[in-house]
């Protein structure tokens, strides 16, 4: 079988975007871990499929794969490179859009100057959301990270992340404790691990280690977490400029009880097919 598909980028976040609505389609994770191998598939951080809608009130439903087959609630770079894709397929012809995840709706919109805007929904903190193991939701948790205790703010967008505060994101020890983070028996479905240099009140650099793809060139949630962190820690203030190594963010938060908005680029690298 043919299976047709689209390579996106969004900052060097790199995903296979899959019209699930115009041709038949069983994803598994086998499937996902052939797609996103970089040697013997085509390739990439996550897999994005576009399904039909299953609520009256939305246009589209969207799934995310890692390359390692699992699948996650929720990828804010996918989100923009998804919006891009179903506009210019012509399955829609909206430019704000209600799109259902596993973790709920979000809302993307077109911007006339190219950008993606998209409405993350409200962040979360309490435990039981991401899930973390705690007895408190405060902003500032102690965690033992194979004996060093570090300081992290834990905060679900939707999928949850673990953000340290650090002096330079470049000598940051992003591989060594990553994949510690992100399996750490405190968070039973695992967790992105967020690594944030304060520039300023208004501009931060990051790198993630995402859960079940390593470190990424850039991660659209980590970086809505990052600011909801910081700004619960009187560190920053709304909007933020955030900076990765594969571009820049821009990310605004009003406070509890509020959405997060994150704006930044989504483009199509090209369109193929692979045999399944």
């Known amino acids: 079988m043919k299976l047709e598909f689209t390579k996106m980028q969004g900052l060097g976040n790199d995903f296979v975007v899959i019209d699930a609505i115009g041709q038949p389609l069983e994803m598994t994770p086998a499937l996902a871990r052939r797609l996103g191998d970089r040697r013997f598939g085509v390739g990439c951080d996550q897999i994005l499929i576009v399904e039909r809608a299953q ?45 259902e995840t596993k973790s709920g709706v ?46 992290i703010s834990a905060v679900s967008m939707g999928n949850p992340h673990a953000v340290q505060v650090v002096a330079d994101v ?11 983070i992100e399996n750490h028996p405190r968070f039973p479905a695992r967790v992105n691990a967020g690594f944030m240099q304060i520039v300023d009140a208004h501009a931060i650099r990051l790198r993630v280690h995402e859960r079940g793809a390593g470190e990424t060139l850039a991660c659209g949630t980590g970086a809505c977490a990052a600011v909801v962190a910081g700004i619960r820690r009187g560190l920053l203030s709304s909007p933020v400029r955030v900076s990765t190594r594969g571009g820049t963010l821009d990310i605004a938060w009003n406070g509890p009880g509020q959405p997060v908005l994150m704006t930044g680029p989504a483009e199509r690298v090209f369109d193929g097919h692979i045999e399944i």
Do not use: K
């Open 55 to 99: 609520a009256p009130d939305v246009d589209f439903r969207y799934r995310i794969f890692n390359a390692d087959g699992s699948e996650v609630e929720q990828c804010g770079n996918g989100a923009r490179c998804f919006a891009r894709f179903v506009h210019a397929r012509g399955l829609t012809s909206r430019t704000t859009l209600r799109v």
């Open 106 to 151: 979000i809302e993307p919109r077109l911007q006339p100057d190219g950008l993606v805007t998209v409405d993350m929904g409200v962040p979360a903190f309490a435990p039981a959301s991401l899930p973390f193991v705690s007895a408190t939701d405060a902003a500032e948790q102690v965690l033992d990270v194979a004996g060093e205790p570090v300081v």
């Open 170 to 180: 470049d000598d940051a020890p992003v591989a060594r404790q990553g994949p510690v």
